[in-house]
């Protein structure tokens, strides 16, 4: 069973996600995510 990214961090990754989306708009085409919480290590 995967582990699911704790509820805070989710949050602080989606508050990312929104803030580049608004400052970059259509010029982002992905956002990805590296290291151990992208291996769901944590």
């Known amino acids: 069973m995967k582990k699911k990214i704790p509820k805070k ?12 989306n608004k400052i970059l708009g ?8 590296y290291g151990s919480y992208a291996r769901r290590r944590f």
């Not at 989710?10 to 580049?20: A, K, P, R, S, T």
């Not at 259509?26 to 995510?33: C, P």
């Open 26 to 33: 259509d010029r982002v085409k992905k956002i990805i995510l």
């Open 9 to 20: 961090i989710n949050e602080i990754l989606n508050e990312f996600i929104d803030g580049v």
